[in-house]
């Protein structure tokens, strides 16, 4: 038996290093500010800081920004996990608090069903915003849309912002190993440096002969 879907988030989990803004901002000029902003990133400043980074752009397409996303740098066995999912037509989503643009460049490449980020307007400076809380819904919804079991699908993510995803799904699977104190009941955390795709195969295994 294998899960019936899975909802990964991408900026420290499907991309490692940098975040989205990180890569953009060092192709901008905007590198150190960036680095501030990510250090002060929490629920209470998010809609501060996305509006901060979102001026930057004036005058970039989305297209030109999306050029930098080139650059980002995988986790290991992202791509096979991906694959996995693709040839066993098991249904994924990218479920993201990152730029809806980005988002759906990530969710074609790997081949995604679905995606969920923060959508913007670069012209008008408006933003609809997704918060972790988001992240739950958008998974529940999908699961329903897909006729899918969420007590057998499994979420992966990296922090706090995936909590609520995390939550919603059978198994959460959480990207480094920081004796986290927070974690949700249903998460484990797995070595940043290991293949993704091994990780979950172990984890899936043990899930279901519980």
């Not at 150190?32 to 929490?42: G, I, K």
């Not at 979102?54 to 995988?74: H, M, P, R, V």
């Not at 980020?117 to 609809?128: L, M």
């Amino acid at each position: 038996m294998k899960f019936e879907g899975f909802f990964i988030d991408l900026d420290g989990t499907i991309i490692r290093k940098q975040t989205v803004c990180q890569i953009i901002a060092q192709d901008i000029g905007k590198s150190a500010r960036m680095n501030e902003l990510e250090l002060n990133h929490s629920n209470s400043t998010i809609v501060e800081n996305r509006s901060e980074i979102l001026s930057w752009y004036k005058g970039f397409s989305n297209n030109q920004l999306i050029e930098s996303l080139n650059k980002a740098k995988f986790g290991s066995g992202v791509f096979q996990l991906c694959n996995y999912c693709n040839m066993n037509k098991i249904p994924f989503a990218i479920v993201s608090l990152t730029w809806d643009f980005a988002v759906n460049y990530f969710a074609q490449m790997f081949g995604a069903d679905s995606y969920l980020g923060t959508e913007i307007d670069i012209k008008t400076q408006e933003i609809e915003h997704v918060f972790p809380e988001n992240k739950r819904k958008f998974v529940i919804d999908f699961a329903l849309e897909q006729k899918l079991d969420i007590s057998k699908c499994c979420a992966i993510g990296d922090s706090w912002g995936d909590y609520p995803m995390l939550e919603a799904c059978g198994l959460g699977l959480v990207i480094g190993k920081r004796n986290r104190t927070d974690l949700p009941k249903n998460c484990i955390e797995i070595d940043a440096r290991k293949n993704l795709l091994n990780e979950m195969l172990i984890h899936q295994k043990s899930f279901i002969n519980d």
